[in-house]
């Protein structure tokens, strides 16, 4: 972006250095959102054509997903250039004009980094298959020679996160650490150049416009590979590690952010950072540190099942976590990795500790419990609300705000995810929540764009578009523009209230008169004295039903 182009806020003040305490971030899986050339995969101009459809919405930034140059062995997670971006998506010109296009209308922009792995295709990964054993060129990565007489078993027993061994056999015999998949092999982080490059890239986006981080894996970054290296039955829990853990959430690995941090610093405003770091709520304020990343994601309401009490015991342990070392909460029910919240909610109650283990992304490949939809989409409804009216920073994830399902159907043969191949099939994996969105409600792709979809739309996807929910003063679509633009009234840094009285209810208030009450009950409740605002199912003449969230003021 050029000195000269208007970049406002849609606080109104562009040099906000705290915008993202209390932003509304929606999420872009750029691959899925909106295509402008017709070859069935979403693209940057395809996002600058929907940016008045994101003004309409009201949030205040968007988090691109990886668009970097990728071969997609994990939907762009497997990135071949940081500093590019995939020309099925655009060009390095079209991210500049994203960036004003976004800045212009008032929105700022998150982009991912993958800094724990490069892809298989990376130039250093490729020098470092050439180069041999012992070479400068393998020291970017962890090689290691096997175990067994003839070094033709695997160094240790891990297992990667998508299942399968966490080593691969290079040709002349070595292996590689891949926590993820086999085509993303993991960096050395005690490796100076790793460091200095990764903030040559913190640079060369900052550069461009970006206003933030989102940090891919930020926990996993620094391990502790000393030999030998111990069997998976001895490791500890990751949960229960508490920096213990050989592979992550090491105390090192904050040595790296502060770093990070005096790069984003040197930027006015200062860029934000926001980390995905899967770890203990109490280990958190670690990557969140003003001196850190600064605001971590917090998973705690996604894997929470649809109880008043979980849910209370989740936000105040959250709320005060993040008073405590001055960053403020996050909040997520959907993403690009999980089973879209409007279908978990519709699941029988914890199917087999699902949401418990952290793995509400994979569903079992052929066993899917049956879905509630009209339960799922209630639930998920009152959930948005009572989750925009917390202080801290709502992240959401694109089509939530169409009630979109997840696509249960998608055929074997068109499946992309990593974990449906690593398990051999067992495991269905995160396409579900990945098919591209519907814009219109019939048409080829449901108006996504002129050719087909890379991951095939079901037929019900027409009824769960935006011309479908246009102007239907009813739809979910509806419910999102309208609570955003009230909170936009109503947000501040400041806390909450608790109000207790009726039993299977959260109640609490914000400044300003503003109240929010949610029924996880089966009887409807009395509603609190005040005006209602917004809810977000019809009321009960003067009463809140079953799985409904009301504003009042
Ligand atoms: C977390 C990302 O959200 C996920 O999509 C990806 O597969 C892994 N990190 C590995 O990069």
Redesign the pocket.
């Known amino acids: 972006m050029t000195s000269t182009e208007t970049q406002v806020s849609r606080s109104g003040d562009p040099t906000d250095a705290d915008w993202w305490r209390q932003a509304v971030v929606y999420q872009i899986y750029p691959r899925s959102f909106a295509d402008s050339n017709g070859d069935g995969v979403g693209d940057l101009p395809g996002i600058i054509s929907r940016v008045p459809y994101l003004t309409s919405l009201g949030i205040d930034a968007v988090w691109l997903?990886p668009f970097y140059p990728s071969a997609l062995a994990?939907?762009g997670?497997?990135v071949d250039d940081y500093r590019d971006v995939d020309p099925r998506l655009g060009t390095l010109s079209d991210f500049d004009d994203l960036v004003a296009a976004l800045h212009g209308a008032g929105i700022k922009l998150i982009v991912?980094i993958?800094p724990?792995?490069t892809s298989n295709l990376h130039t250093w990964f490729q020098e470092a298959l050439a180069a041999g054993p012992g070479s400068a060129a393998r020291d970017r990565y962890i090689f290691r020679d096997g175990a067994g007489p003839d070094g033709s078993e695997p160094p240790s027993d891990w297992d990667s996160?998508?299942g399968g061994s966490a080593w691969a056999q290079t040709p002349d015999g070595q292996w590689y650490l891949h926590?993820?998949?086999a085509e993303?092999p993991d960096l050395n982080w005690d490796n100076s150049e790793v460091r200095d490059d990764f903030l040559t890239t913190l640079r060369f986006w900052s550069d461009r416009g970006v206003d933030g981080f989102r940090v891919?894996?930020a926990h996993a970054l620094v391990k502790d590979l000393t030999e030998p290296l111990p069997s998976k039955t001895v490791l500890p829990r990751q949960s229960e590690s508490l920096g213990a853990h050989p592979l992550w959430d090491r105390e090192g690995v904050h040595e790296i952010y502060r770093e990070w941090r005096k790069v984003l610093n040197s930027y006015d405003p200062p860029r934000s950072a926001v980390a995905?770091a899967f770890v203990p709520a109490a280990r958190r304020a670690r990557y969140a540190s003003a001196d850190g990343l600064g605001q971590a994601f917090n998973f705690d309401l996604l894997q929470a099942d649809w109880d008043f009490g979980k849910f209370r015991q989740v936000i105040e342990e959250n709320l005060a976590l993040a008073e405590e070392n001055g960053s403020s909460s996050t909040w997520v029910f959907s993403?690009?990795?999980v089973v879209r919240h409007a279908t978990r909610y519709g699941l029988p109650r914890d199917p087999e500790g699902l949401w418990q283990d952290g793995k509400a992304w994979l569903l079992s490949n052929g066993t899917e419990p049956t879905v509630d939809v009209e339960q799922g989409l209630r639930r998920a409804r009152a959930a948005v609300l009572l989750m925009l009216a917390l202080p801290g920073s709502a992240y959401l994830y694109q089509g939530e705000e169409l009630g979109l399902q997840e696509v249960g159907e998608l055929p074997a043969a068109s499946l992309q995810?990593?974990?449906y191949f690593r398990s051999k099939g067992a495991e269905k994996g995160?396409d579900g929540c990945r098919v591209p969105l519907p814009w219109t409600i019939g048409g080829l792709s449901f108006g996504f764009g002129s050719g087909g979809s890379h991951l095939l739309q079901p037929t019900w996807f027409g009824g769960y578009s935006v011309e479908a929910q246009e102007s239907d003063p009813t739809s979910t679509l509806t419910l999102y523009r309208k609570a955003l633009a009230v909170r936009r009234g109503l947000q501040t840094n400041a806390g909450l209230e608790w109000i207790d009285g009726v039993e299977w209810s959260l109640h609490f208030t914000r400044p300003g008169g503003w109240q929010s009450v949610t029924n996880f009950g089966a009887a409807p409740i009395e509603l609190p004295e005040g005006a209602v605002v917004l809810s977000s199912a019809p009321l009960d003449g003067d009463k809140l039903p079953t799985d409904t969230t009301a504003w009042l003021i």
Request: negative net charge; charged residues 30%.
């Open positions: 997903s994990d939907g997670y497997d991912d993958v724990n792995h996160v998508f926590l993820f998949a993303q891919d894996v995905e993403n690009h990795d995810d990593p974990a995160r």
